[in-house]
């Protein structure tokens, strides 16, 4: 199935310990993204990747890097967890954005659930 | 980028229409609206995209006036299942400047039988 995945689902861990969630999309999309969805459910941005490079952070503490290996892949590293950082976080895709309009919008995973205790 | 105003929540009976309005005073001319719906523990999912006058695809209608500072996203007859948040955003879809979107808060949507 063409889609955005992305591992684990759900995440429980103890404050400052390390944790990983990975992203991939197979729809052959230049860009993704990490969005952040707090317990209001508003939904942040806080990175863009275009083609493995690096083109949106949005102010995301320095414990949170993002590592691009090629195009289909996002993986989301978080160092020395904290309380605040429970939410839900989505990976997304989306068409390069200098080829035009696309009718298609952008394409959300089903989120990670991340609980820091 | 453009900020959007939507009603927090909405109530509606299976096999009603429903219509909810965005606006969107500032919008620019690259601006292009869209909406997405997002269901409990799932990512927000693409409903429709348009620009001006009427986009109509299986899901649901977009009518935009001609001052573009508003959007109405029409869902023809509802169900149970089509219970969810609406999102209405506003962003330069062609040179997608900045290539993000800004999600504001959403129209919780309650079908009810």
């Known amino acids: 199935d063409t889609a955005v995945s992305q591992t684990p689902k759900y995440l429980v861990t103890q404050m400052g310990n390390d944790k990983s969630i990975k992203c991939e999309q197979n729809?052959?999309?230049?860009?993704m993204y990490w969005y952040k969805q707090d317990s209001k459910k508003f939904l942040k941005i806080m990175f863009s990747?275009?083609?493995?490079?690096?083109?949106i952070n949005e102010t995301v503490p320095n414990r949170f890097s993002p590592k691009s290996p090629d195009k289909a892949h996002l993986n989301l590293h978080i160092n020395s967890l904290e309380l605040g950082d429970s939410a839900v976080y989505f990976c997304a895709s989306s068409q390069d954005r200098d080829r035009g309009y696309s009718n298609y919008g952008y394409t959300f995973g089903s989120g990670t659930r991340l609980t820091v205790v | 980028l453009a900020k959007t105003t939507q009603p927090i929540s909405m109530d509606s009976y299976e096999g009603q229409e429903v219509n909810i309005t965005c606006s969107h005073n500032?919008?620019?001319?690259?601006?292009?609206i869209t909406w997405y719906q997002q269901f409990p523990s799932q990512g927000p999912r693409f409903i429709i995209q348009g620009y001006k006058t009427k986009v109509t695809n299986e899901v649901a209608s977009l009518f935009i006036p001609a001052d573009r500072k508003s959007s109405t996203l029409s869902l023809p007859r509802v169900s149970l299942s089509d219970t969810a948040v609406y999102y209405c955003?506003?962003?330069?879809?062609?040179?997608?400047?900045?290539?993000?979107?800004?999600f504001g808060q959403g129209t919780e949507l309650s079908v009810k039988p």
């Open positions: 500032n919008i620019a001319t690259n601006d292009y």
């Open positions: 729809l052959g999309h230049d860009t």
């Open positions: 990747y275009n083609n493995k490079e690096l083109i």
């Open positions: 955003l506003v962003g330069d879809m062609i040179y997608n400047q900045g290539g993000k979107l800004i």
